[in-house]
């Protein structure tokens, strides 16, 4: 890292360290000689050790997180820490207050910390929603997408406008947002691995959605690049081309289920019950509509060459996960049956309904 760090060496703290982005953000860092200290802030410690990790245990939700920049002195900030999905927060009041009074909070600290110099913050496509009216390509300046937003993509949405204010209260700051597609390969864990991960994949009856993923190596490498060129402003950050959705469901070798939307909605609804698929329902309207994001920008300016297509990351993660990593029907037995059973007496259904 040379193109923009002081000469003694980039003192970053990063969000989220225990999660993948994170920690795999601070393993790429680690024997970086433009780094001179890497701070972790989460509320548990990494799976592994990252020599020269000084680990803080700590809510960003608390304002004593300002704290913590403070005894640092750390100049640089990346904040990877906003969540698509409750997991281990609890639940989705948890996981918003968490999304986006944490970067209230984390930003207020920042505003005070004069050290502090440049500020990326790991942010997602889901602000664009998924709807008929939106563009086919959709780029950075596109706004017209509040109304119908929810759930992650609110949130994150949420805790843009927050960036946003901190970028004008502290000119001085370079100051980037990343929107990535869904990242897939053969470690990282989201609802979309999950829902691809399905032996049985339910979709929307009548709908075929274009499909863009980001390999999660291409994903750390692109908020490396942010860190490590002069930028400034919003890039969308995805795998080059597009699959529809039909074929990555024939590319991971798995059966596809067509539902009427709403109960394309209750099968998600019944997936995140019997724990199978933590897949929110707000998301849904990307599996019925998809989304497609242009990435010149972040190619111009942060130099930004994804390794992996999206049908190559795609490939990757079958490769590596998909097979291995599927829920198992012998497990739960009884129950996954039934679950199965059900979406399909309910498929059969809608096709009645839908030919009459």
Same mark, same amino acid.
């Given at each position: 890292?040379?193109?923009?760090?002081?000469?003694?060496?980039?003192?970053?703290?990063?969000?989220?360290?225990?999660?993948?982005?994170?920690?795999?953000?601070?393993?790429?860092?680690?024997?970086?000689?433009?780094? !001179?200290?890497?701070?972790?802030?989460?509320?548990?410690?990494?799976?592994?050790?990252?020599?020269?990790?000084?680990?803080?245990?700590?809510?960003?939700?608390?304002?004593?997180?300002?704290?913590?920049?403070?005894?640092?002195?750390?100049?640089?900030?990346?904040?990877?820490?906003?969540?698509?999905?409750?997991?281990?927060?609890?639940?989705?009041?948890?996981?918003?207050?968490?999304?986006?009074?944490?970067?209230?909070?984390?930003?207020? !600290?920042?505003?005070? !910390?004069?050290?502090?110099?440049?500020?990326?913050?790991?942010?997602?496509?889901?602000?664009?929603?998924?709807?008929?009216?939106?563009?086919? @390509?959709?780029?950075?300046?596109?706004?017209?997408?509040?109304?119908?937003?929810?759930?992650?993509?609110?949130?994150?949405?949420?805790?843009?406008?927050?960036?946003?204010?901190?970028?004008?209260?502290?000119?001085?700051?370079?100051?980037?947002?990343?929107?990535?597609?869904?990242?897939?390969?053969?470690?990282?864990?989201?609802?979309?691995?999950?829902?691809?991960?399905?032996?049985?994949?339910?979709?929307?009856?009548?709908?075929?959605?274009?499909?863009?993923?980001?390999?999660?190596?291409?994903?750390?490498?692109?908020?490396?690049?942010?860190?490590?060129?002069?930028?400034?402003? @919003?890039?969308?950050?995805?795998?080059?081309?597009?699959?529809?959705?039909?074929?990555?469901?024939?590319?991971?070798?798995?059966?596809?289920?067509?539902?009427?939307?709403?109960?394309?909605?209750?099968?998600?609804?019944?997936?995140?019950?019997?724990?199978?698929?933590?897949?929110?329902?707000?998301?849904?309207?990307?599996?019925?509509?998809?989304?497609?994001?242009?990435?010149?920008?972040?190619?111009?300016?942060?130099?930004?060459e994804p390794r992996y297509t999206t049908e190559q990351a795609l490939s990757d993660f079958r490769d590596h996960r998909a097979k291995d990593h599927a829920p198992e029907p012998s497990a739960h037995p009884t129950w996954e049956r039934e679950l199965f059973e059900y979406l399909r007496t309910k498929a059969e259904s809608d096709r009645r309904t839908t030919d009459a």
């Amino acid at each position: 890292m040379t193109e923009n760090a002081t000469p003694e060496g980039r003192r970053i703290l990063i969000t989220g360290v225990s999660r993948f982005l994170g920690l795999r953000l601070a393993k790429r860092l680690e024997h970086d000689p433009g780094v !001179a200290q890497i701070v972790g802030v989460d509320l548990e410690e990494p799976p592994v050790d990252i020599q020269g990790l000084e680990f803080v245990r700590a809510d960003i939700r608390n304002p004593l997180v300002a704290r913590v920049l403070e005894a640092t002195k750390v100049d640089t900030i990346v904040h990877t820490n906003i969540a698509s999905s409750p997991g281990r927060l609890g639940g989705r009041s948890q996981m918003k207050e968490s999304n986006v009074i944490g970067t209230m909070q984390l930003l207020a !600290a920042a505003q005070r !910390a004069t050290r502090v110099k440049k500020v990326v913050v790991k942010s997602s496509t889901a602000v664009y929603g998924s709807h008929p009216g939106e563009p086919s @390509i959709i780029p950075e300046s596109y706004s017209d997408r509040q109304a119908d937003l929810s759930g992650y993509g609110k949130d994150c949405a949420e805790a843009e406008t927050y960036v946003r204010d901190f970028g004008r209260r502290r000119p001085d700051v370079e100051l980037s947002i990343l929107r990535t597609q869904n990242v897939i390969g053969p470690t990282v864990h989201t609802s979309i691995t999950e829902y691809l991960s399905l032996p049985v994949i339910p979709t929307a009856l009548g709908f075929d959605p274009r499909m863009q993923f980001l390999h999660e190596e291409d994903a750390v490498e692109a908020l490396y690049r942010a860190l490590l060129m002069n930028s400034r402003g @919003i890039f969308n950050i995805a795998g080059e081309g597009v699959v529809y959705l039909s074929k990555a469901i024939r590319m991971l070798e798995r059966t596809q289920l067509p539902l009427l939307v709403p109960m394309a909605s209750s099968a998600a609804t019944l997936l995140r019950r019997f724990n199978l698929v933590d897949f929110p329902v707000d998301q849904l309207k990307l599996l019925v509509y998809g989304r497609v994001v242009d990435t010149r920008r972040a190619q111009a300016e942060l130099g930004f060459e994804p390794r992996y297509t999206t049908e190559q990351a795609l490939s990757d993660f079958r490769d590596h996960r998909a097979k291995d990593h599927a829920p198992e029907p012998s497990a739960h037995p009884t129950w996954e049956r039934e679950l199965f059973e059900y979406l399909r007496t309910k498929a059969e259904s809608d096709r009645r309904t839908t030919d009459a």
